[in-house]
Structures are given as structure tokens and as C-alpha cells.
T-cell receptor, first 112, second 110 residues
Framework: GAGVSQSPSNKVTEKGKDVELRCDPI?????LYWYRQSLGQGLEFLIY????????KSGLPSDRFSAERTGGSVSTLTIQRTQQEDSAVYLC??????????FGPGTRLTVT | QKEVEQDPGPLSVPEGAIVSLNCTYS??????FMWYRQYSRKGPELLMY????GNKEDGRFTAQVDKSSKYISLFIRDSQPSDSATYLC??????????FGQGTRLTINP
């Protein structure tokens, strides 16, 4: 079946602009996660949605970052007033429950 | 101190060698243990999944969990150049999100 998909695959934006990154999880998966991965670094947890519960936003680095998940499916991560340090690969994952996570291919964001 | 510690490497070995990748952790309540493999410019993919202590084998890969030492390992036998990737360990409590190690970059030289 279809895996986790993310769009766009690459995004180049100017410093100060807003960007939206999209994640389509595996159908039926109740949990959705966003991570950030800088070059050569590990996964930095950003935010986690589980069903209808309030999202765990504990990993968001600043109030410029926000995410929403509509209808328990598609999620959008928004970064406002982008900075150069926001350049990274943004990964989305989904799971049925909270154990095995299945990752998408990521969106490579470059802020110039 | 991080909850999960993993040597970032890089680790470079000749083809055919046995590779040992390791993680230590601090939270003795972790129950689920996973290894993910990430190829360059791709998302991580689940490689091995273990619940609680013991060994699990899948082809050339063996995952080992030692809860008494809070230590997990991934062994790769007869390593191939196609095994060159970053390997991330991950673990979780029951009903909680995964906690990832930093990842170890592995290169298998032909």
C-alpha cells in the first residue's frame, strides 16, 4: 500500500518568507510526527499528533513553528519568517499507535 | 545526559566484516526497541523491532537487547556495500513516542 508522502520534496525560500510543508500519512494511522534533521545530525522531534488528543508540541523550537492536522489525516507544518538556521530536512512519520513509525522521504528546506 | 546515546561514528569497515552498532539508554522503563536504516537523502526505514530483552534475527541482521545493562546492539554479518547507510536506534515506553539515538554513519568498503 501507499506509504507516507511529503510535499514538496525540495523547497528553496528567501529569509523572512513563510513556508508550508505537507504530510500525507498512511491511511488509518492515528499518530503523526514531525522531525527535523540537519546535515549529518540525528532526528530532532518537533511535534506529535495522536488521534483527537491535544498535540505534543514540546519539540517546536520557537513560536515561528506551528502544525495542524486536519480531519485526523493530512498535516501541515508552517514556518513563519524563515531563518537560515531553519534549513534542514523535515521528516514526517505516522504510526498505528505509538510504536513503529513509518517515515516519509522528507522535505529538504533551504533558506537563502 | 541524553536519554539515548549512540556513537555517531563514522564507522568504515571492509566488505564481509561483521559490524556491531550499539546504543545505551538511561530509562529502564523502555520496552520497545527498534533499529532504523537511513540511506542518503531518504527517510529512515524500519529494519528491526524488538520487544523487551533478548535476540531477534532476520537474515544477516541480529538485534540484541540487554535490559539489565540498558544496552542494545545491531549486528550485521557478511556486510555488503549496500549496507552503507546511517543506522538509528530508537526506543519507547508503552504508549509513548519513540526516542531516537543520534545515528551511526556506516560505510562498507568493497
Amino acid at each position: 500500500g501507499a506509504g507516507v508522502s511529503q510535499s514538496p520534496s525540495n523547497k528553496v525560500t528567501e529569509k523572512g518568507k513563510d513556508v508550508e510543508l505537507r504530510c500525507d500519512p498512511i491511511s488509518g494511522h492515528t499518530a503523526l510526527y514531525w522531525y527535523r534533521q540537519s546535515l549529518g545530525q540525528g532526528l530532532e522531534f518537533l511535534i506529535y499528533f495522536q488521534g483527537n488528543s491535544a498535540p505534543d508540541k514540546s519539540g517546536l523550537p520557537s513560536d515561528r513553528f506551528s502544525a495542524e492536522r486536519t480531519g485526523g489525516s493530512v498535516s501541515t507544518l508552517t514556518i513563519q519568517r524563515t531563518q537560515q538556521e531553519d534549513s534542514a530536512v523535515y521528516l514526517c512519520a505516522s504510526s498505528l499507535g505509538t510504536t513503529t513509525e513509518y517515515f516519509g522521504p522528507g522535505t529538504r528546506l533551504t533558506v537563502t | 545526559q541524553k536519554e539515548v546515546e549512540q556513537d555517531p561514528g563514522p564507522l568504515s569497515v571492509p566488505e564481509g566484516a561483521i559490524v556491531s552498532l550499539n546504543c545505551t539508554y538511561s530509562n529502564s522503563a523502555f520496552q520497545y526497541f527498534m533499529w532504523y536504516r537511513q540511506y542518503s537523502r531518504k527517510g529512515p526505514e524500519l529494519l528491526m523491532y524488538t520487544y523487551s530483552s533478548g535476540n531477534k534475527e532476520d537474515g544477516r541482521f541480529t538485534a540484541q537487547v540487554d535490559k539489565s545493562s540498558k544496552y542494545i546492539s545491531l549486528f550485521i554479518r557478511d556486510s555488503q556495500p549496500s549496507d552503507s547507510a546511517t543506522y538509528l536506534c530508537a526506543m519507547s515506553l508503552v504508549g509513548q513516542k519513540l526516542v531516537f539515538g543520534q545515528g551511526t554513519r556506516l560505510t562498507i568498503n568493497p
